[in-house]
């Protein structure tokens, strides 16, 4: 054996050692490879390699009001030893993996089923769990899929960054404010609580305008008229029940206003009188009657002038009893203050003034009641049941000159009302207008 002979044994020798340690190098470290080299050698169909895992369509999202609870479902198909997992997406916060909840929420929990579906489920939810989840098979490189869950939430009003009650001075501006919050957002609704049309002012305009109801978390209303006094509702509502509401009552103040409708009263001696004031005022007043010194009467000879001899006394506050009875009646910033003198006497001639007044002023009207010499004719064929209990009313149009009076008396037992339309001027000639009124009777 020459050397060379020798060289080329020990080559081929070496040659043999190497294939032997790729080979059992290429069984150890991809025994794949070789299985997939003995199938392909092999020619076997039935044979396949795992293939990888994927997903069975996609998560849907999901929507459910706040306490319920909500599933998100992931499907996957051919996992063989790989595993599924489910994260929280915004943190990547891993809450579990396969059939085992990782994560310290007692809300939490998962579900395996029909061997590919792993479902997450998320009880009594919190808004804090609205988002989206993560389903992750951990092959290389990673699958994933997002599912989302909405959380809806009633609407809430709150109440510090919302309008409690207010007052507000006439011809100034209020803004009622209502802030809600809820998920989807909610809508702002304005309705007056007695269902009558809320006033709003046209931008740019005097006129005020009638609408059934307001959209919107803030209802401005400019220079605040009195009729917009009261109470409104701001209604809060986003499809998830239970709507709120909040009340705002709204107070539009101002001085009191004063109206007789009738300012000079005729009445019979003995009959009852009544005298009446309308009132308008907010906040809400306090009223009285006074009586003011008598005054002598033209067309009556039956009172005596002491008063004035002895000069005006002060006027004297009436208090409801035998004599008077003093009633009030109110309905929001109106009010009718009623006066009533018992049995008519000379002494009851004179001026009466119904008095109002709170924080804003003070306002007054006056009443002058004077005697009806009845007819001595009427009085005998009426006896004394007939009772005048209106008076002269002056039409708000006429001149002073040429005053439209109307007279209105009740014959109480028959329950007769006569009602006439006199012209009658001036006022010194009523009487006979009376007269001759009651004659026609
Ligand atoms: C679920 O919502 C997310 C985020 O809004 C969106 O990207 C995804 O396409 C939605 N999936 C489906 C199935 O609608």
Not at 141 to 162: F, L, R
Not at 254 to 266: D, H, I, N, Y
Not at 419 to 433: G, K, Y
Request: charged share 20%; aromatic share 6%; net charge positive.
């Amino acid at each position: 054996m020459n050397t060379n002979e020798l060289f080329s044994s020990y080559k081929m020798e070496n040659l043999q050692r190497t294939l032997l340690v790729i080979f059992l190098f290429v069984t150890i470290k991809c025994p794949n490879a070789l299985s997939q080299l003995l199938m392909n050698g092999m020619n076997e169909p039935n044979m396949q390699l795992d293939p990888d895992p994927e997903f069975i369509g996609t998560i849907n999202n999901v929507t459910f009001p706040a306490g319920r609870e909500a599933i998100l479902a992931c499907s996957v198909r051919n996992l063989g030893k790989n595993k599924v997992g489910w994260l929280r997406a915004s943190d990547q916060t891993v809450l579990a993996l396969q059939g085992r909840v990782v994560t310290h929420n007692a809300r939490i929990s998962v579900m395996h089923e029909d061997m590919h579906t792993w479902k997450l489920k998320i009880s009594k939810l919190r808004e804090s769990d609205r988002g989206c989840y993560m389903c992750q098979i951990n092959t290389s490189p990673m699958k994933k899929q997002v599912g989302c869950i909405d959380v809806q939430v009633p609407p809430d009003i709150i109440n510090e960054e919302s309008s409690s009650d207010l007052a507000v001075q006439e011809g100034e501006d209020a803004t009622l404010v209502c802030k809600a919050t809820g998920n989807p957002v909610p809508r702002v609704t304005w309705r007056r609580e007695d269902g009558e049309m809320i006033l709003l002012r046209k931008p740019g305009s005097r006129e005020l305008m009638r609408v059934e109801s307001y959209q919107g978390p803030a209802l401005k209303l400019a220079r605040l008229e009195r009729r917009q006094m009261g109470a409104y509702l701001c209604i809060a509502s986003n499809d998830v029940p239970p709507a709120v509401s909040k009340r705002v009552s709204l107070s539009v103040q101002f001085a009191p206003m004063v109206r007789a409708p009738s300012q000079l009263l005729g009445t019979p001696l003995g009959s009852d009188v009544q005298l009446e004031c309308q009132v308008e005022a907010s906040p809400s007043p306090v009223s009285y009657w006074l009586k003011g010194a008598r005054t002598t009467s033209s067309y009556s000879g039956s009172i005596s002038n002491s008063a004035l001899e002895t000069g005006q006394p002060g006027p004297e506050m009436l208090l409801d009893g035998p004599k008077y009875s003093i009633t009030e009646k109110r309905d929001g910033y109106r009010g009718i203050m009623l006066l009533t003198v018992r049995s008519f006497s000379p002494s009851d001639v004179g001026t009466y003034h119904c008095v109002s007044t709170n924080s804003l002023g003070r306002a007054e009207g006056t009443l002058r009641l004077y005697e009806i010499k009845l007819h001595p004719g009427i009085a005998t064929i009426n006896d004394d049941q007939l009772n005048f209990i209106g008076g002269l009313e002056e039409s708000r149009n006429s001149a002073l000159s040429t005053a439209k009076h109307r007279i209105s008396w009740q014959h109480l037992s028959l329950h007769l009302a006569i009602t006439a339309q006199l012209v009658c001027s001036p006022l010194s000639i009523i009487l006979r207008c009376l007269s001759s009124s009651l004659r026609m009777r």
